[in-house]
């Protein structure tokens, strides 16, 4: 099959409206945008876009969302179109209202468990809520979330914060601690994240009118910079008991699925499948998707996938791979991460590696004040109310995940 056969034509493809909240709606022209970040121009009336000098009405799977029709749910069951967030969602809606344009079928989110339990015995009302309404604001717009827990708490390691970074023993304040976020609780706290994964899945389970959270993680790179401070065997073992106390909690559940291990492409620590081998022998029973990231041009990310399905034990079982991070080899100016875009998702929809399911652009959004070559599809205003700067890729994206196949790159 042709790019382009079952996909709208180009003149099909319908452009993005804008119809926010009322104190976020985009007024600015793209002339008005810093050069080279074209923005959106919101007609919140008609439902029209002007972009590129040229006016077209929102049809299609998006008009229902952006017209404010309806559930605004992606127009296919099974796709590759997947995102990234960062840990700031409690700080610009905008991050919620600007995925609906974009359509993924997945969005994964960082649930940070010393912000949950900053001092092991209750959780964080304000972020508790934050989480919530970051679920509950994805699934209006017909996105599922994961949660990829991270961080371990300094009380899980014995530590007390004193400030400016000192970290001291709770059963010595005069004695230092060595706290690291990204290592495991100290043994005789395993238990303290066994009972926070359980609370934290019956927490998200869809009670009270929310969203349900059914898909977990834990950790991130394990054979790169994450539990660094262990030794090799020892990293790994932890990680994997890790994994396997949230899997416990995960499976309490029916339907529920556990991720991982959230593979880094080129760790630093011990080779890539070496890990993801070790990683299935001690826990894949307990695995319901295997995950990996991938950092390289388009044929450089499908050569890893394959990779990690025919080196990486994958082959010894029937686990779907997502690439939960994808990305351009080095941070890409404007022209190069539209092509990349492009051709990553076109090359996967025209031709597809079956255990791939879902495919995560890395990243959706960035901060104000990053360097002008970002990975990230638009850059957040400075305040929670501020407009973002959409970047081409934005559009690479969002007309690919509708259904529409651009000529090329340059035409997104």
Known sequence: MSQRQGLLAPSQVPFMSVVLAAAIVWTASCSDRPTGIPGPLAAANDCALTSRGSARSVHGPRASFLCGGGGGTTPFDNTIFALAGQDNHDRNPVVYQTVGELSPTWYRAILIWKKMAPTGGTFDTAYLNTMHLLVDSMGARGINVYFHVMATPPWAQHCMDIGNGVYRLIEDPTSACAYDENSPPSPDLWIAWQSFTGAMVREFAGAGGHRAVTHWAFGNEPNDGFMVNATKPDRAAAFALATEYLADAVHSIPGNKVL?????????????????????????????????????????????????????????????????????????????????????????????????????????????????????????????????????????????????????????
């Open 260 to 412: 991982g291990p959230e593979l880094a492409s080129g760790g630093h620590l011990v080779g890539d499948n070496e890990f993801l081998v070790d990683f299935i022998v001690r826990i894949g029973y307990k695995m319901d998707i295997i995950t990996a990231h991938a950092y390289s041009d388009a044929p450089g990310i499908r050569a890893i996938a394959l990779d990690r399905i025919n080196n990486g034990g994958l082959l010894w079982g029937s686990w779907p791979l997502w690439l939960t991070e994808v990305g351009e080899p080095s941070p890409p100016d404007t022209a190069y991460q539209a092509s990349f875009v492009y051709d990553l998702y076109s090359g996967f929809l025209a031709n597809p590696i079956p255990r791939v399911q879902e495919v995560f652009y890395f990243n959706h959004f960035v901060q104000p004040g990053v360097p002008d070559t970002p990975r990230g599809l638009m850059i957040l205003g400075a305040g929670a109310a501020a407009a973002p700067m959409v970047r081409p890729a934005f559009y690479c994206y969002m007309d690919l995940s509708h259904g529409g196949m651009p000529y090329d790159s340059q035409h997104c």
